[in-house]
DNA sequence: ATGGCTTATTGTATAAGA
């Protein structure tokens, strides 16, 4: 089975290339993040004639998360429970016996922040939820956007990001506590080529000069860890037209 | 140098992203 993760920065703007992603990775689960609308927005019809069911959490403007799948999706859950958010950044479901947990992980926009203190809080509950998911689910993936880049080797420039977001020390701590609850990064089980990143600027020629992140990422649990047969990034998308300014992350599963 | 793009909003500037 083959899944993907792709922060689409707005759906209503992205699906034409959506769809033809779909088309040409025929990807067995795509989950998307910042779809940024609601629900009764969101493109169903158009990807269920792509032969995708999908579902979906979305609001105006900001977040939105979706799963979509060739195979039905069962056991759907909508943000991390007993966790008071107003942002809609997490979907669940299984699919094939495997647990699908999509999240959009805030950015945190400064150290000094009081987002960044949410995204911090944000952390600890989705380890906390995790946790539990793993003991009923021990087949799992956690696909999104993190928004963490966990060591220097994910960032253009390490030096030039020291005390910025996505490379702190306590988000890489958390981004290190979800792995021990028994996950592992599936792009890092490849031998992958130097400087490979997820996510560029739009501004700067970002893209153009490869001065991007790793910051979208496929966890995978113990139970599944030995089945990954292949981890890459999907740069194609983001050399099109008004693309996003992330790209899919992918990874196959021999089952 | 805190900018540079891109998105959405009942907009004609602002907030947010990363």
């Given at each position: 089975?083959?899944?993907?993760?792709w922060?689409?920065?707005?759906?209503?703007?992205?699906?034409?290339?959506?769809l033809?992603w779909l088309?040409?990775?025929?990807?067995?689960?795509?989950?998307?993040?910042?779809?940024?609308?609601e629900?009764?927005?969101?493109?169903y019809q158009?990807?269920?004639d792509?032969g995708?069911?999908?579902?979906?959490?979305?609001?105006?403007?900001?977040?939105g998360?979706?799963?979509?799948?060739?195979h039905p999706?069962?056991?759907?859950?909508?943000n991390?429970p007993n966790?008071?958010d107003e942002?809609?950044?997490?979907i669940a479901a299984?699919?094939?016996g495997?647990?699908v947990?999509?999240a959009?992980?805030p950015?945190?926009?400064?150290?000094?922040?009081?987002?960044?203190q949410?995204k911090?809080r944000?952390?600890?509950?989705?380890?906390h939820?995790?946790k539990?998911?793993?003991?009923q689910?021990?087949?799992?993936?956690?696909?999104?956007d993190y928004n963490?880049?966990p060591?220097?080797r994910?960032?253009?420039?390490?030096?030039?990001?020291?005390?910025?977001?996505l490379?702190s020390e306590?988000?890489?701590?958390?981004?290190?506590q979800?792995l021990?609850?028994?996950l592992?990064?599936?792009f890092r089980?490849f031998?992958?080529?130097?400087?490979?990143?997820?996510?560029?600027?739009?501004?700067?020629?970002g893209?153009r000069?490869?001065?991007?992140?790793?910051?979208?990422?496929?966890?995978?649990s113990d139970a599944?860890?030995?089945?990954c047969s292949?981890?890459?990034?999907?740069?194609?998308p983001r050399?099109l037209?008004?693309p996003?300014d992330?790209?899919?992350?992918?990874?196959?599963?021999?089952?």
């Amino acid at each position: 089975m083959k899944f993907a993760t792709w922060n689409v920065n707005s759906l209503n703007v992205r699906l034409p290339h959506v769809l033809d992603w779909l088309n040409e990775a025929k990807p067995d689960v795509l989950c998307l993040q910042e779809t940024k609308q609601e629900d009764i927005k969101f493109p169903y019809q158009a990807l269920q004639d792509a032969g995708y069911h999908a579902v979906h959490i979305g609001q105006k403007t900001y977040n939105g998360v979706a799963i979509i799948s060739r195979h039905p999706i069962t056991d759907i859950q909508r943000n991390i429970p007993n966790f008071d958010d107003e942002q809609q950044r997490v979907i669940a479901a299984t699919i094939n016996g495997i647990r699908v947990v999509c999240a959009y992980i805030p950015n945190g926009q400064a150290l000094d922040s009081d987002k960044y203190q949410y995204k911090l809080r944000w952390l600890t509950a989705l380890h906390h939820w995790l946790k539990s998911e793993l003991a009923q689910h021990p087949k799992l993936l956690l696909l999104g956007d993190y928004n963490i880049a966990p060591q220097d080797r994910d960032c253009h420039d390490p030096a030039a990001w020291v005390g910025q977001v996505l490379v702190s020390e306590p988000e890489r701590a958390a981004f290190q506590q979800l792995l021990d609850l028994g996950l592992h990064d599936s792009f890092r089980l490849f031998e992958q080529a130097e400087k490979s990143f997820s996510w560029w600027d739009y501004r700067m020629a970002g893209f153009r000069r490869n001065l991007g992140m790793r910051i979208d990422h496929i966890l995978v649990s113990d139970a599944l860890k030995t089945h990954c047969s292949e981890a890459y990034i999907d740069k194609a998308p983001r050399k099109l037209e008004r693309p996003s300014d992330h790209t899919p992350v992918v990874l196959t599963l021999s089952c």
